[in-house]
């Protein structure tokens, strides 16, 4: 995996080298577009899980949510047939884990979706920089991003933008999480399931209630049980 995340910072930053500033298609109509996907948390850097808060709910196992919105006519800034790098794409961008959300900062320097195909095989990662909801010492300088692969010839046709959500052949190599500048990954998450609805995370006031009917239902039974010791205990006398 870091073998493969730090090809991919080469490759981006060799994509933006390359950008030509071509300008949007003449009649093309702005449109913002939002993708979601719910994930698992497979793994935390050590150096990293040491400066975060105690209750950040990062770590592995923990359930984590990605969402981010772009525009959908952005310009492709590679000239390639088989490349699209549509910087400045992304308009919103946020991770979040447990208690802890990292979002878009204002400014992103890091800011581009790109997009590849050629006759084997083709991948798409937006890409960010980041913003933790609570500082981290030592890791103010982050990014984020999704990354999908392999697709197939027939299902990344061009190095057109996805106007809809991707579905990738194999699950278990659809990954997001927090990387440092040089593209060393810091959080690990496993996309397990793409969000169809209102792409929100889970409503953290649940989890009280949930555990409060849990604790009505316990007391309940145990005055049940009680009532039916008494009674008991009346009859036999």
Known sequence: MQLLRTGRAALAVVLTAMFTGLGPAAGARAEILEFGWSGT???VDPAFA???PVNSGIG???SAFVRFEFESTTPDQDPSLSTGDYVGSITSFTLQIG?????QQTGAALNSIIVFSDAVFGFYEPQTSVAPSTPIAGFADLRSDVFFTPFTPSQIL???L???IPDPPDWSTAVSGVLDPTGSVLVEVRLDAICVD???PPDPTAVPTLHG????????AMLVVGCLALARATRDT
């Open 60 to 62: 592995p196992g923990s």
């Open 41 to 43: 948390v497979l793994s």
């Open 158 to 160: 061009d190095d057109s």
């Open 213 to 220: 009917i849990g604790l009505v239902t316990i007391v309940g």
């Open 198 to 200: 209102a792409c929100q």
């Open 99 to 103: 208690s802890f959300a990292f979002t």
């Open 50 to 52: 040491s400066e975060l």
């Open 162 to 164: 996805f106007l809809a």
